[in-house]
C-alpha cells in the first residue's frame, strides 16, 4: 500500500503568513487533513501526519518523521504570504536538485492542484525549486505547496468559502491519485 505523509506547516508558536483573518498554521492544517481523510476514504493509501494539532515541530523533525515512516511521497501544506497584496494563486516546490522521481510526480500533481486556482482567476505561479529544508533532508519524493496568498484579499475570501475549499481539496487530492498513481478502494 502506498504511504503518504502530510506535513501541515507551521502549527503552535510558528503561525505562518497571518492576513485578512486567516492564519496559515491553520488553513495548513484543515488542507492536509481534509485531502488526508478524502484519499483515505477512497483510495487504497496510508496517510501520516507531522501534526494533526496545532503544536510546533521543528522543520528536521517533520523530515525525519517522513524518513523513520518510511513514506513514499512526502507533502508540505501551506500557504503564501507577501509585503504587498498583489501576489496570488498557486505554486510548488521540490527541492533544488530533485531526484528524477520527484520531478515525475510533480509533473503529474501540478496541474490538477494549479487548475482549481486557474478556475477562479488566480495565478499558475508555476514549478519552481527552493533549498527548504523539508525538501533538503526527505529521503522520498517530496513537495511543497503554496496554496494562494492569505495577503491577497481575493485568495483568502477563496479559501475561506466553503465551496472553493471542498474544490481545493478536490484539486489536490487529483493530483495526488494522479501522480501516485493510486487505486480506488471497492465497494464490498
Not at 494539532?53 to 500557504?79: E, G, P, Q, W, Y
Not at 498583489?86 to 531526484?99: C, M, Q, T, V, W
Amino acid at each position: 500500500m502506498v504511504k503518504l505523509f502530510f506535513d501541515p506547516g507551521h502549527g503552535g508558536r510558528d503561525s505562518g503568513a497571518t492576513a485578512n483573518g486567516i492564519r496559515e498554521k491553520d488553513l495548513s492544517l484543515r488542507i492536509a487533513l481534509s485531502t488526508g481523510m478524502r484519499i483515505e476514504n477512497d483510495y487504497e493509501a496510508q496517510v501520516l501526519y507531522s501534526r494533526t494539532t496545532d503544536v510546533f515541530i521543528s522543520l528536521r523533525n517533520r523530515a525525519l518523521m517522513a524518513n523513520n515512516a518510511k513514506a513514499d511521497f512526502f507533502v508540505s501544506f501551506h500557504s503564501n504570504g507577501f509585503i504587498n497584496n498583489i501576489p496570488n494563486g498557486y505554486e510548488d516546490f521540490l527541492a533544488k536538485s530533485p531526484r528524477l522521481r520527484a520531478i515525475e510526480i510533480r509533473n503529474k500533481f501540478h496541474d490538477e492542484a494549479a487548475s482549481v486556482w486557474i478556475k477562479h482567476n488566480r495565478r499558475n505561479r508555476g514549478k519552481k525549486r527552493a533549498d527548504f529544508v523539508v525538501l533538503r533532508n526527505t529521503l522520498m519524493p517530496a513537495i511543497l505547496v503554496e496554496n494562494g496568498f492569505l495577503t491577497n484579499a481575493t485568495d483568502a475570501e477563496l479559501v475561506k468559502d466553503e465551496k472553493f475549499f471542498n474544490e481545493l481539496i478536490s484539486g489536490l487530492t487529483k493530483g495526488i491519485v494522479k501522480a501516485m498513481n493510486l487505486k480506488k478502494k471497492y465497494a464490498i
